[in-house]
């Protein structure tokens, strides 16, 4: 039922290189297709960073010269409409 083949180490070896090679382009093609899905989650990411920290230094300026509940209250307001 069964029939066994036998194999020379010289075809076992090319085999198994061959499989390794095919799992290195697999893991080209994953690793592409991930970069693609996380690149403009992380664009998106430095644009907010960005804007974070060049608007932080006036809100600090504001927040000693007016009260936190004005100042968190003007803020809410104006992000709300």
Do not use: C
Not at 38 to 62: A, K, Q, T
């Amino acid at each position: 039922m069964s029939s066994i083949v036998a194999i020379r180490v010289d075809q076992k070896t090319t085999e198994v290189w061959s499989d390794d090679e095919a799992m290195q382009e697999t893991e080209k093609i994953l690793t592409r297709k991930l970069d693609f899905h996380l690149l403009p989650l992380l664009s998106s990411l430095s644009i907010f960073f960005f804007g974070y920290v060049l608007f932080e230094v006036p809100s600090n300026i504001i927040l000693r010269r007016w009260r936190p509940s004005r100042w968190i209250g003007l803020i809410m307001l104006a992000w709300g409409k």
